[in-house]
């Protein structure tokens, strides 16, 4: 005779730390006076945190800043926003194309195979039109469709 044991995993904490910042009375009762009317920047480096996470407890908070301070200094807070932001380098060169990709683009010169081709043309026109026959008689007789066309009184 054979005995079994039961076996239940046993759950491992996880190794993961929790990081965090840990808001002293002080921190909170600083951000709560100052936020209103003052710079993140300024404010998150009084309190020695990042200007993220002490935008993150502001909301927490339910923390905003008074309109008449953004209104007064509405044009700084454009310009440090757009000196935060990267400037693209690419952005208004005239003739700048991804590297690599001349390969894949038409040389001077070039006619499409349909301009000239009326044989070609006219082939394509007849299997377009062939497809969408059949598929509006599909449709009709109550089939499910072949293509991804979406036609119209059929």
């Known amino acids: 005779m054979h005995y079994y044991e039961l076996y239940i995993p046993t759950i491992i904490p996880s190794k993961r730390r929790i990081t965090g910042i840990e808001w002293t009375d002080e921190m909170v009762d600083i951000i709560t006076s100052k936020f209103a009317t003052s710079f993140n920047r300024d404010l998150a480096y009084e309190l020695g945190v990042s200007m993220r996470t002490m ?3 502001a909301r927490e908070l339910g923390l905003e800043k008074e309109p008449a301070f953004l209104d007064k200094n509405r044009k700084k807070i454009s310009q440090m926003a757009r000196d935060a932001r990267s400037p693209n380098p690419t952005k208004g060169q005239k003739g700048w194309s991804v590297p690599g990709g001349e390969m894949y683009q038409f040389k001077p010169g070039h ?15 007849r299997k377009r039109n062939e497809t969408i026959k059949n598929e509006k008689f599909r449709l009709r007789v109550g089939l499910q469709p072949e293509t991804k066309l979406r036609l119209k009184n059929y």
Not at 111 to 125: C, G, S, T
């Open 55 to 57: 935008i993150r407890k």
């Open 111 to 125: 006619v499409p195979a349909m301009k000239n081709n009326p044989e070609l043309i006219e082939r394509v026109h």
